[in-house]
Nanobody, 122 residues
Framework: QVQLVESGGGLVQAGGSLRLSCAASGRTFSSYAMAWFRQAPGKEREFVAAIRWIGSTYYADSVKGRFTISRDNAKKTVYLQMNSLKPEDTAVYYC????????????????WGQGTQVTVSS
C-alpha cells in the first residue's frame, strides 16, 4: 500500500513560481512511476507530468517548458517545479502512483493523494 501526501500549494501571481511536493510511504517507492494531475473548477481531472523510476519524464503540452517533475527516491518524494505560472494553471493538483511504467490516464494510477490547491492570480 502506498500513501501520498501533497504540499506546497498556495496563491501566486501570474509569472511566479511554486514547487509542489508529494511525500510517499511504502517500501517500493523507487520502483513506482509517479505523476501529477490537476483539476480546475468545473473541469475534468487532467494529466500534467509523470516520471519513471529511472527518471525519464513526460509532460502535457500545456506545461512543457514551464513545469519540471523530479523525484528523490531516498526521500520518497516527488516534486513539481512550476514556473511562469498562468491563471489557467489554477487547479487542485494531485499526486498519483502506479507500480508500472508512465501513464497519462487517471484510471491507470492506483494511488492518489488528497490534493493541494494552486491559485494563480492575474
Amino acid at each position: 500500500q502506498v500513501q501520498l501526501v501533497e504540499s506546497g500549494g498556495g496563491l501566486v501571481q501570474a509569472g511566479g513560481s511554486l514547487r509542489l511536493s508529494c511525500a510517499a510511504s511504502g517500501r517500493t517507492f523507487s520502483s513506482y512511476a509517479m505523476a501529477w494531475f490537476r483539476q480546475a473548477p468545473g473541469k475534468e481531472r487532467e494529466f500534467v507530468a509523470a516520471i519513471r523510476w529511472i527518471g525519464s519524464t513526460y509532460y502535457a503540452d500545456s506545461v512543457k517548458g514551464r513545469f519540471t517533475i523530479s523525484r528523490d527516491n531516498a526521500k520518497k518524494t516527488v516534486y513539481l517545479q512550476m514556473n511562469s505560472l498562468k491563471p489557467e494553471d489554477t487547479a487542485v493538483y494531485y499526486c498519483a502512483a502506479r507500480d508500472r511504467g508512465i501513464a497519462t490516464m487517471i484510471r491507470e494510477y492506483d494511488y492518489w493523494g488528497q490534493g493541494t490547491q494552486v491559485t494563480v492570480s492575474s
